[in-house]
Nanobody, 123 residues
Framework: QVQLFESGGGLVQAGGSLKLACAPS????????MGWFRQAPGKEREFVAA????????TYADSVKGRFTISRDKAANTVYLQMNSLQPEDAAIYYC????????????????WGRGTQVTVSS
């Protein structure tokens, strides 16, 4: 089972930006899509964004559309989440995940997960 490692979380003021990155523990593994999810205290983990690894097709949660951008660098074997105009409600632990299924929003479709990176947004 592949391990995923997230980085880039931290503390930012409302209106600020952060860029998260996620890389796997091994160079090659079977993945069709990569995604980002988040979980705020006391809330369920929710979908944020996903991207198909080969074609680069993307999908976003309505709450982040227009502010967040998911991308991947196949040469670097890394997926990114650029987060702009961050708001306090974006504060959460952000998780990277990999799926062997076509890009989608369903958590159960993602088989491999990272341990998460904390994003804190001060008002």
């Amino acid at each position: 089972q592949v391990q995923l490692f997230e980085s880039g979380g931290g503390l930012v003021q409302a209106g600020g930006s952060l860029k998260l990155a996620c890389a796997p523990s091994i160079r090659t593994f079977s993945r069709v899509a990569m995604g980002w999810f988040r979980q705020a205290p006391g809330k369920e983990r929710e979908f944020v964004a996903a991207i198909s690894w080969n074609a680069g097709n993307t999908t976003y949660a309505d709450s982040v559309k227009g502010r967040f951008t998911i991308s991947r660098d196949k040469a670097a074997n890394t997926v990114y989440l650029q987060m702009n105009s961050l708001q306090p409600e974006d504060a959460a632990i952000y998780y990277c995940a990999a799926s062997r299924l076509p890009v989608g929003r369903i958590q159960a479709d993602f088989a491999d997960w990272g341990r998460g990176t904390q994003v804190t947004v001060s008002s």
